[in-house]
């Protein structure tokens, strides 16, 4: 199965984007060479600003470009996003509505070897609380791209968190995303589990196992966290009778509590959350910190079984 890095994915369709649209500027807080927003820039050099380590004047350099009329990438780390330059994230953007779109690099554990203080484990909790934001996870490259051509169509803030990890196709080239709208990749009538990001390609090793086994999960990516698909949420509920989420991020918050939501309102059936247990993450190397704080393919196999036997 074919792999990309998704911040290479990202890094080459901000240039097609481009292309096509010459109101598409970019800023990068001194980290575009490993956000890839720099082949933007040498494409596009009169249209790619390097501010340096300042998010924060970063955030409002955008919402001056979007004021005039142009659409910017804001292009940096998940955390350096939403904590260093929360305040114009809310104030600047988000109550504006301008169009500005939140390239969200190294999301959850993906920059794994620099410790606990980057790794972006509340940055949806933060975004989707965020009145007027739309927020969105690619899980393949492929997702990537759908989604990363979205988010400058799209007329208000866009918050695109994006993994640094390489990830394997699931979807296929001719695949349609609707933002809003989650996808359901396999049928079943026994539980749902639902993924969100790169943990797709877990769920589905997860799922290969429960089918080897005799079980029969649903399968659903949900790729828009807001606006969430409340509808396939429900339905999902109703026909499969309990659901489990996975998420690269704390299970408080994020996409586990967004379903939450959903489900608290019309559909109470059992939930299972498969994420982080609300704690900082070491430094190591990615697939092991991903085993080591509940998120392995055996965790996930764990909470199927267990929402399981809490219908039976």
Known sequence: MES??????????????GRGN?????LDADVSGSTKSA?????????????????????????????????????????????RAADQ?????????????????????????????????CDLALARSLPNMT??????????????????????????RLSRAEAPNIFSRDCQFEVGK????????????????????????????????????RIVNIHTIKPIDQNLIRDSAEKTGFIVTVEEHNILGGFGSSVSEVLCQSNPVPQEMVGISDQFAESGPYDQLL????????????????GLARVK
Request: net charge neutral; no cysteine; charged share 15%.
């Open 182 to 217: 989650g996808v359901v990749l396999a049928e079943g009538d026994q539980g749902t589990i639902m993924a969100t990001g790169t943990m797709l390609t877990r769920v589905l090793q997860a799922a290969s196992k429960l089918k080897s086994e005799g079980f029969n999960p």
């Open 39 to 83: 082949l933007f820039g040498e494409v596009f050099p009169d249209r790619f600003f390097n501010v340096g380590i300042a998010e924060a004047n970063m955030v409002s350099m955008a919402a001056g470009l979007a004021a005039v009329g142009l659409i910017p990438f804001v292009s940096t780390f998940s955390f350096l996003l939403t904590l």
């Open 135 to 160: 927020v969105m996870v690619p899980g393949d490259p492929i997702q990537t791209k759908a989604l990363t051509q979205k988010a400058a169509d799209l007329p208000g803030p866009v918050y695109l």
């Open 4 to 17: 990309k890095a998704l911040r290479d994915v990202f890094g080459e369709k901000l240039i097609e984007i």
């Open 22 to 26: 010459d109101k598409v500027v970019v």
């Open 89 to 121: 994230m809310r104030t600047q953007i988000a109550y504006t509505k301008l169009p500005v779109k939140f390239a969200a690099g190294y999301g959850g554990l993906s920059d794994s070897f620099d410790g606990a203080t980057h790794h972006a484990i």
């Open 291 to 306: 085993d080591k704080y509940g998120l392995g393919v055996w965790n996930i196999i764990h909470a199927y079984k267990q």
